[in-house]
T-cell receptor, first 113, second 114 residues
Framework: DAMVIQNPRYQVTQFGKPVTLSCSQT?????MYWYQQKSSQAPKLLFH???????NEADTPDNFQSRRPNTSFCFLDIRSPGLGDAAMYLC????????????FGNGTRLTVT | AQSVTQLGSHVSVSEGALVLLRCNYS??????LFWYVQYPNQGLQLLLK??????LVKGINGFEAEFKKSETSFHLTKPSAHMSDAAEYFC????????????FGTGTRLQVTL
């Protein structure tokens, strides 16, 4: 089945220690997204890629970076995680067009100690 | 700017009862509207979407939603709740463009009791 896969499901990192979360897709979608979801809150868009074009949300902290080396893979890099960055990180994909639904992975739950 | 408001952060229904989860939207252009469901420690799964075709949209798991422009609403309903429907439900709005930049509501947690 075509899907969006996130690894790892659970990630523990130390305060200030860089961490990378990964996402892969077999849907061949042009657009890939990273959302941050804190406990009992709505997902918040951090950035998205339209093919190789990177689109950052205005309020996404500089601490968050992303890479998309090819169509299938996308990475979220947190350069210096703080306690406030503990959250579920959701990767999603879609076709091009505003009415295309997003297909989500199961997320990576990040704990910062 | 676009936004959605979900009324009621928690809704509790008995098994077999009607489920009604409310969502109102605000958009300066004709919106695309979605309902997603999220089970604990999982990603979001699409229930249904409205993209300006039929105003009554049927989705998976017996859910449906009706787009009412006059009321700027897109409420989610299911005639008979099942225990497996217990989850978090998110309404979301998107607009025309090359990417579905969804804006989510704050979510409604549905509890189903015996």
């Amino acid at each position: 089945d075509a899907m969006v896969i996130q690894n790892p499901r659970y990630q523990v990192t130390q305060f200030g220690k860089p961490v990378t979360l990964s996402c892969s897709q077999t849907l061949n979608h042009n657009v890939m997204y990273w959302y941050q979801q804190k406990s009992s809150q709505a997902p918040k868009l951090l950035f998205h890629y339209y093919d190789k074009d990177f689109n950052n949300e205005a309020d996404t902290p500089d601490n968050f970076q992303s890479r998309r080396p090819n169509t299938s893979f996308c990475f979220l890099d947190i350069r210096s995680p703080g306690l406030g960055d503990a959250a579920m990180y959701l990767c999603a994909t879609s076709r091009v067009a505003g009415d295309s639904p997003l297909h989500f992975g199961n997320g990576t739950r990040l704990t910062v100690t | 700017a676009q936004s959605v408001t979900q009324l009621g952060s928690h809704v509790s229904v008995s098994e077999g009862a009607l489920v009604l989860l409310r969502c109102n939207y605000s958009s300066s252009v004709p919106p695309y509207l979605f309902w997603y469901v999220q089970y604990p420690n999982q990603g979001l799964q699409l229930l249904l979407k409205y993209t300006s075709a039929a105003t009554l949209v049927k989705g998976i798991n017996g859910f449906e939603a009706e787009f009412k422009k006059s009321e700027t609403s897109f409420h989610l309903t299911k005639p008979s709740a099942h225990m497996s429907d217990a989850a978090e439900y998110f309404c979301a709005v998107s607009s025309t463009g090359t990417a579905s930049k969804l804006t989510f509501g704050t979510g409604t947690r549905l509890q189903v009791t015996l």
